[in-house]
């Protein structure tokens, strides 16, 4: 079982900056993968960007070069750094752990885990 804390969101203005960070603890040796989701109102949960336990990152296509992922291993935290805010990224945030690697066999667990989610609002 995995627990995962978000940072709280906020509102930032049109062109601001905002970090998002998401703490994971219960019982695991590691995680493959972590990251961001979104979902507006009205829209589907989207992808905003992944980090796997090596540090590869990738990113979805309206937020490269603005937004930067990176994760802590050793203290279990990821991070999602929003550089040059757009009205169109309000939404709720979601932290993202999968690949769960568990203690004792080792075995990587495929199931999703989520946070809370946290909102950001943009203003123009």
């Known amino acids: 079982q995995v627990q995962l804390v978000e940072s709280r969101g906020g509102v930032v203005q049109a062109g601001g900056s905002l970090r998002l960070s998401c703490a994971a603890s219960?019982?695991?040796?590691?995680?493959?993968?972590m990251g961001w989701y979104r979902q507006a109102p009205g829209k589907q949960r989207e992808l905003v960007a992944g980090i796997t336990f090596g540090g590869s990152t990738n990113y979805a296509d309206s937020v490269k070069g603005r937004f930067t992922i990176s994760r802590d291993n050793a203290w279990n935290t990821v991070y999602l750094q929003m550089n040059s805010v757009k009205p169109e990224d309000t939404a709720v945030y979601y932290c993202?752990?999968?690949?769960?690697?568990?203690?004792?066999?080792?075995?990587?667990?495929?199931?999703?885990?989520w946070g809370q989610g946290t909102q950001v609002t943009v203003s123009s």
């Open positions: 993202n752990a999968y690949g769960v690697v568990l203690p004792g066999t080792r075995t990587i667990e495929i199931h999703d885990y």
């Open positions: 219960g019982r695991f040796i590691s995680i493959n993968t």
